[in-house]
């Protein structure tokens, strides 16, 4: 089935192209979701003569997200998240919780516009690049830190941890006394 796209689809292609794809594809998600319509002759017209315009739409979507991505572009959010001891978070940062900060900050952004590869499962310093049009891309700053307990928590451990590795030696000094008193008492 021959097609000509209305909107620019990832994978797929750009407005006004015309392509074969699969019928079922075509009928069932292109043509209900009005991404596309059939490539007849007439159709094939109107895309020529709607060709400038759509040049011009794309010049001026790229043009809006250039201008958010030198806006977005100083952004640094913080993320506070309980976590263990070893810097390991109890749950994840994901683009549900980035879009989430963003929109806070006053930016409408899609979450499947941030290209997060896999939850933030760590604390630490994190560049995220989001993907604001095909040809402009822009990295944020995530910054995860632990939350108040956690923090705590793990400076205990950390004080705790020097005492335990003396407290150690002293207990491999009495085993050998142990071992002596034991045959004394047979």
């Known amino acids: 089935?021959?097609?000509?796209l209305l909107e620019n689809i990832d994978k797929l292609g750009s407005r006004g192209q015309i392509?074969?794809?699969?019928?079922?594809?075509?009928?069932?998600?292109?043509?209900?979701?009005k991404l596309a319509v059939a490539a007849t002759p007439q159709n094939r017209k109107w895309v020529e003569q709607q060709r400038v315009r759509f040049l011009k739409l794309e010049a001026s979507e790229k043009a809006e997200a250039q201008e958010l991505a030198n806006?977005?572009?100083?952004?640094?959010?913080?993320?506070?998240?309980?976590?263990?001891?070893k810097g390991q978070l109890f749950g994840?940062?994901?683009?549900?919780?980035?879009?989430?900060?963003?929109?806070?900050q006053g930016f409408k952004i899609d979450r499947r516009k941030i290209?997060?590869?896999?939850?933030?499962?760590?604390?630490?310093?994190?560049?995220?690049?989001?993907?604001?049009?095909?040809?402009?891309t822009v990295n944020v700053k995530v910054k995860v830190e632990g939350d108040a307990e956690s923090v705590q928590a793990a400076a205990e451990?950390?004080?705790t941890?020097?005492?335990?590795g003396k407290a150690a030696p002293k207990a491999e000094e009495s085993i050998p006394e142990a071992e002596e008193s034991a045959p004394e008492a047979s």
């Open 19 to 33: 392509l074969k794809v699969a019928d079922g594809y075509g009928r069932n998600y292109l043509l209900p979701k």
């Open 161 to 164: 941890a020097p005492e335990a």
């Open 115 to 136: 290209q997060l590869g896999s939850p933030l499962k760590a604390l630490g310093e994190f560049d995220v690049p989001i993907k604001l049009h095909r040809e402009v």
């Open 1 to 4: 089935m021959e097609v000509i």
């Open 157 to 159: 451990a950390q004080e």
């Open 71 to 85: 806006l977005m572009a100083d952004i640094e959010m913080v993320m506070t998240r309980r976590s263990g001891e």
């Open 92 to 104: 994840s940062v994901t683009a549900m919780d980035i879009e989430e900060a963003l929109a806070a």
